[in-house]
């Protein structure tokens, strides 16, 4: 037994070594993208034009510079390379990432339509949308319904990430692997999560639903109905007044420096960055508020 526990450990660490070790390689060492890293040494379709900045391969192939105005930055090691350098990205100043892609990239061709813009101009509904997530439309919204009775296309635990990343933000998977059944059995400081998530339903006038063994879902926090889709006297409609066409909008902050601080280590070990802390300016799509904690304080508890 003694044995296994060594070669597991051995194995462990050699992993790690082999995860962390291309962040202090070059790519033209390891030949390792970042995640998420557009591919490179792909021919370009001939009628596919590029911005004269973009600078291509010999062939018409992508490469570091096609998109990276940096120079020797195939022979920099990752974790010496300035993001945050005017010329990191071509033709710089993009507060968004697909702003970017849309140089080389139809915009219009490659948008997805927001399923959650259910209401028309005139306030019906555009029940075409209720069909991505829905087997059936119900005609009888005034009233909750329990989530088996929602005809969903995919299991609740599933239905969210047809379309969204299961990491969509910081400590999404810790919150839906949370089984508060578990937790209520349990001596840590989380027992009485359940207790003060139904006594906040109660207070508030709201639905924070949960999976049928008590696991806590996307839609335990999110609402995926846009105010005035659901009837007013069902609770399920109670949720944040955000500009859902406007989205999420965030808005620079102080804090900024004390987060990155904060995160630096761990993220240091997962070989990840993070975008500068910004204070959230307009929330949709939330059951209670995020921005003074009133979403938190639904399940947790915090000392003073």
């Given at each position: 037994?003694?044995?296994?526990?060594?070669?597991?450990?051995?194995?462990?660490?050699?992993?790690?070594?082999?995860?962390?070790?291309?962040?202090?390689?070059?790519?033209?060492?390891?030949?390792?993208?970042?995640?998420?890293?557009?591919?490179?040494?792909?021919?370009?379709?001939?009628?596919?034009?590029?911005?004269?900045?973009?600078?291509?391969?010999e062939d018409r192939k992508i490469g570091c510079k096609t998109c990276h105005g940096l120079e020797i930055i195939a022979e920099t090691p990752y974790d010496k390379i300035d993001k945050n350098a005017p010329n990191?990205?071509?033709?710089?100043?993009?507060?968004?990432?697909?702003?970017?892609?849309?140089?080389?990239?139809?915009?219009?061709?490659?948008?997805?339509?927001?399923?959650?813009?259910?209401?028309?101009?005139?306030?019906?509904?555009?029940?075409?949308?209720?069909?991505?997530?829905?087997?059936?439309?119900?005609?009888?919204?005034?009233?909750?319904?329990?989530?088996?009775?929602?005809?969903?296309?995919?299991?609740?635990?599933?239905?969210?990430?047809?379309?969204?990343?299961?990491?969509?933000?910081?400590?999404?998977?810790?919150?839906?692997?949370?089984?508060?059944?578990?937790?209520?059995?349990?001596?840590?400081?989380?027992?009485?999560?359940?207790?003060?998530?139904?006594?906040?339903?109660?207070?508030?006038?709201v639905h924070l639903p949960l999976s049928e063994n008590d696991e806590v879902l996307c839609l335990t926090c999110h609402s995926p109905h846009a105010k005035g889709v659901l009837g007013e006297k069902n609770p399920?409609?109670?949720?944040?007044?955000?500009?859902?066409?406007?989205?999420?909008?965030?808005?620079?902050?102080?804090?900024?420096?004390?987060?990155?601080?904060?995160?630096?280590?761990?993220?240091?070990?997962?070989?990840?960055?993070?975008?500068?802390?910004?204070?959230?300016?307009?929330?949709?799509?939330?059951?209670?508020?995020?921005?003074?904690?009133?979403?938190?304080?639904?399940?947790?508890?915090?000392?003073?």
């Amino acid at each position: 037994m003694r044995i296994w526990f060594f070669l597991l450990l051995i194995c462990n660490v050699a992993f790690a070594d082999e995860f962390t070790d291309w962040q202090t390689q070059s790519y033209k060492q390891s030949k390792h993208l970042p995640d998420l890293h557009h591919a490179v040494d792909v021919k370009l379709l001939d009628e596919m034009q590029l911005p004269a900045e973009f600078v291509l391969k010999e062939d018409r192939k992508i490469g570091c510079k096609t998109c990276h105005g940096l120079e020797i930055i195939a022979e920099t090691p990752y974790d010496k390379i300035d993001k945050n350098a005017p010329n990191f990205l071509r033709k710089d100043g993009y507060k968004k990432l697909e702003t970017f892609c849309s140089n080389c990239h139809d915009k219009k061709a490659h948008e997805r339509p927001n399923i959650h813009l259910m209401l028309n101009d005139d306030g019906t509904l555009k029940k075409e949308n209720c069909l991505f997530c829905h087997s059936e439309i119900n005609e009888q919204r005034d009233k909750l319904r329990p989530l088996v009775d929602t005809h969903l296309r995919l299991p609740v635990q599933k239905v969210c990430l047809g379309c969204h990343l299961k990491t969509p933000h910081f400590n999404a998977v810790e919150h839906t692997d949370a089984n508060l059944k578990t937790l209520e059995n349990s001596k840590s400081s989380a027992r009485n999560m359940k207790t003060n998530l139904k006594k906040t339903e109660k207070e508030q006038g709201v639905h924070l639903p949960l999976s049928e063994n008590d696991e806590v879902l996307c839609l335990t926090c999110h609402s995926p109905h846009a105010k005035g889709v659901l009837g007013e006297k069902n609770p399920a409609s109670n949720q944040v007044n955000g500009d859902i066409k406007k989205g999420v909008e965030y808005e620079k902050h102080s804090w900024s420096n004390v987060m990155e601080a904060d995160k630096h280590e761990r993220l240091e070990k997962i070989a990840a960055t993070l975008p500068p802390y910004q204070r959230l300016k307009n929330e949709v799509l939330l059951r209670l508020p995020a921005k003074d904690g009133t979403l938190c304080l639904s399940c947790h508890e915090f000392e003073n």
